[in-house]
């Protein structure tokens, strides 16, 4: 690959955990139920993404790892109006050009499967592959031709532990999906796919703790006026704290996110009823009209803009008083 593809694809992959990112999002806009993960050396060696999605054509493998391929936005008007996690099409292009791919695939209809490699940035022809349905894809020796990326990352532990917590906040924003995740070989974590996200707490932070969760369902105040996001999920006793690190996770309709705005918002519903210096724990999912979001922010990093902040941020401290205020504990 030349110089500008590996550049722009720094803005994409930064490291085992940024591939695994991209890699689940497609299987979760392809309809996937399943979804497996396999690492090897804490993603450096090996990430293996292997889901029962809808898979792609063997004519569309080729356009699968090409820059701005992408099949889930038709124009700018949808652009409005996203409701898939991938929508630039670099993310495929971008891992094959710091890493080897394979790719193989069937969709619900064929008869059989296709595969596709890119080495060196090279991309082979299509051939016949007998594979189930649904898509493979295997990502080896990742930033190997990257070197000053490779001194950057952290020990293997640490990739691991990177790609294990984003793999948990995917778990949580998406009950439906069955997630098993193997790293050297070994199960490390599995989701049931039931729908409920309190099986997902109990897989993420342990029955013992998912206990002192309390469910969070809406303001009240605000929960018929679509100017204001719905707000659903769990929260934690204030009697209950894992540890002092923070263990918020924001699903805005349905894409994880980071915010400092946020996490203000539940840690303040605390404050305010005088629960002071304790680390809640929470799982928030915020459902809000697309049209009040900006998500076009920067490719792959989990930033979100609000156009009404004050708003998403009082209809969260209120669902978590609510929920707090209502817990007989
Ligand atoms: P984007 O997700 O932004 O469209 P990607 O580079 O991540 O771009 O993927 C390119 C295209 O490859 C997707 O638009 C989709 O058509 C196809 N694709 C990638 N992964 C999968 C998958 N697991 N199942 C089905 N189709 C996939
Ligand atoms: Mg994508």
């Known amino acids: 690959p030349d110089v500008a593809a590996k550049i722009a694809a720094g803005e994409v992959v930064e490291r085992p955990a940024s591939v695994v990112k991209e890699l689940i999002e497609n299987s979760i806009d392809a309809g996937s139920t399943q979804i497996r993960v396999d690492l090897m050396h804490g993603g450096l060696q090996l990430i293996r993404v292997t889901d ?14 090409s820059r701005h391929a992408t099949s889930k936005v038709a124009s700018i008007d ?8 991938g929508f630039r099409g670099e993310a495929l292009a971008s891992i094959a050009a710091v890493a080897d791919v394979s790719l193989q695939s069937r969709p619900r209809d064929a008869e059989h499967g296709a ?3 890119a080495q060196n940035g090279r991309i082979s022809e299509v051939t016949p592959a007998a594979v189930a349905v649904g898509t493979t894809i295997t990502v080896r020796n990742l930033f190997s031709a990257v070197p000053a990326r ?26 439906e999906i069955r997630f098993m995740v193997f790293s050297e070989n070994r199960q490390v974590f599995a989701t049931p796919g039931d729908g409920k996200l309190f099986s ?23 929960d018929d006026d679509t100017d204001y996001p719905l707000v ?5 006793r204030p009697s209950c704290y894992k540890s002092t690190r923070q263990h918020i996770s924001f699903f805005v309709n ?29 799982v928030m999912n915020i459902q ?3 049209a009040l979001l900006d998500v076009n922010v920067h490719p792959a990093k989990t930033e979100i803009r609000f156009l009404k902040e004050r708003r998403v941020y009082a209809s969260i401290l209120r669902a978590v008083r609510k929920a707090l205020l209502a817990d007989p504990q």
């Open 288 to 290: 809000i009209d697309p």
């Open 115 to 117: 595969q596709i490699q």
């Open 52 to 65: 029962n999605g809808c898979g792609i054509t063997a004519d569309e493998l080729p356009l699968a790892l």
């Open 254 to 282: 349905r894409r994880w996110v980071m915010s400092r705005v946020l996490t203000a918002a539940v840690e303040n519903a605390y404050h305010s009823l005088l629960l002071a210096g304790r680390h809640p724990l929470a």
């Open 200 to 222: 997902v707490l109990v897989e993420v932070y342990g029955l013992q703790i998912a206990q002192q969760m309390v469910p969070v369902d809406g303001d009240d105040e605000h």
């Open 150 to 175: 490779l001194k950057f990352l952290k020990s293997r532990n640490t990739e691991v532990s990177h790609c294990l917590h984003l793999l948990e906040q995917y778990a949580l924003a998406y009950p």
């Open 232 to 236: 659903q999920g769990y929260t934690s």
């Open 78 to 85: 949808d652009l409005e109006n996203i409701r898939s996690l």
